[in-house]
C-alpha cells in the first residue's frame, strides 16, 4: 500500500508515475482522493498525477483520534509527501479544502509550488450564518450516526441534486468514524483568512469555479482571483461545489488549457 510515514502521519497515496510533470490533487472536506479520478483519467498520460487522502480522511485517517490540527500542518504534509516521492516542485490542484492547504503550501513552500489548480476554493473564511447548521450536522452525525436527512443536505451541498455517483459518496461518509469527523471539522472552522497574504503568492494560478456553488458562492472565486497576482477565472456553468467530479468536461478542459500554456 503506498503510504508516506511523514510528520507523524501515514498518508496513503496513488501516483500515476510517469515522467511528466507533477500535479498533486489534494481533495475538500468529506472527501477523498477518488474524487480527482475524472482528472486523473484524463491527464495521467502527459503528466504524473498523485490524489492522497489528508489527515483524518479516507485511507489515512486513523482508528484512533487524530492531534489538532491545522491548514499549516497539511500543508506540509504536501511538502513531505513531495519530499517522499522525490518530486522538487509541483503543480498544486486542490478542490476547497485541498485549495486552503495548497494556498497555504505556495505561502509557507512557495520553492516547491509551479502553479495553482484552485476548485471551487476560497482564502477567507465560512459565511458566519452557515456555522451553526453545520456545526449542528457534524454533532448529530458524530454522536448518532449519518441519518438520510443530512446525507442528503451534505450531498446537496457537495454534490448536487441529482448527480448519479450521489450514493456511492453517502455509503462512504457513514464510514466515517466520528474522532475523524470532529477533527476534521474543528479544522475547517478554525482557519485563518489569508486573503491578505495572497498577494505573496506569485505562481501562475487557475481558479475554476461552478456558478451553482451552494457551499462558496462565486464571489468568493473572484475575490480570490482578483487577490492572487497571476490568476485567471474560468466559471462552470451548472457546476456545484465539486464541479470537478460532477462536471469534468469543462472543469478538464479548462485545466488542460492552463497546463498548456503552462508550458
Known amino acids: 500500500m503506498p503510504v508516506a510515514s511523514v510528520n507523524g502521519q501515514n498518508l496513503y497515496y496513488e501516483d500515476s508515475g510517469g515522467h511528466g510533470p507533477a500535479i498533486v490533487f489534494s481533495h475538500g472536506l468529506l472527501m ?3 474524487m480527482f479520478a475524472p482528472q486523473v483519467e484524463a491527464l495521467s498520460d502527459r503528466y504524473r498525477c498523485i490524489a492522497w487522502d489528508e489527515r483524518a480522511h479516507g485511507q489515512t485517517a486513523g482508528d484512533e483520534p487524530p492531534a489538532a490540527f491545522s491548514y499549516y500542518d497539511s ?4 511538502a513531505a509527501l513531495l519530499d517522499h516521492l522525490g518530486i522538487e516542485t509541483a503543480i498544486l490542484a486542490g478542490m476547497s479544502q485541498g485549495g486552503f492547504l495548497s494556498l497555504r503550501c505556495a505561502l509557507t513552500h512557495p520553492q516547491r509550488v509551479r ?3 484552485l476548485l471551487d476554493t476560497q482564502a477567507g473564511l465560512e459565511n458566519p450564518d452557515n456555522m451553526p447548521g453545520y456545526e449542528q450536522m457534524i454533532e448529530t452525525w458524530a454522536t448518532q ?6 446525507a442528503n ?11 448519479s455517483g450521489t450514493a456511492e459518496w453517502q455509503d462512504k461518509w457513514r464510514g466515517w468514524q ?14 485563518d483568512d489569508i486573503t491578505d497574504q495572497l498577494s505573496r503568492i506569485y505562481q501562475p494560478s487557475l481558479v475554476v469555479h461552478g456558478d451553482a456553488d451552494m457551499a462558496i458562492p462565486m464571489e468568493r472565486a473572484e475575490q480570490l ?7 485567471e477565472l474560468v466559471v462552470v456553468p451548472g457546476g456545484g461545489h465539486a464541479a470537478n467530479l460532477t462536471h469534468p468536461e469543462p472543469v478538464n478542459a479548462a485545466i488542460e488549457s492552463f497546463l498548456e500554456r503552462l508550458g
Do not use: K, M, V
Open 115 to 117: 502553479a495553482l489548480i
Open 225 to 231: 482571483a482578483d487577490n492572487l497576482p497571476n490568476a
Open 153 to 163: 443536505t451534505i450531498a446537496g451541498i457537495i454534490l448536487g441534486d441529482g448527480w
Open 178 to 191: 466520528a474522532h475523524n469527523l470532529i477533527a476534521a471539522f474543528q479544522t475547517l472552522a478554525s482557519r
Open 145 to 150: 450516526g449519518l441519518p438520510d436527512e443530512i
Open 75 to 78: 500543508a506540509n504534509d504536501l
Open 32 to 34: 477523498d482522493r477518488e
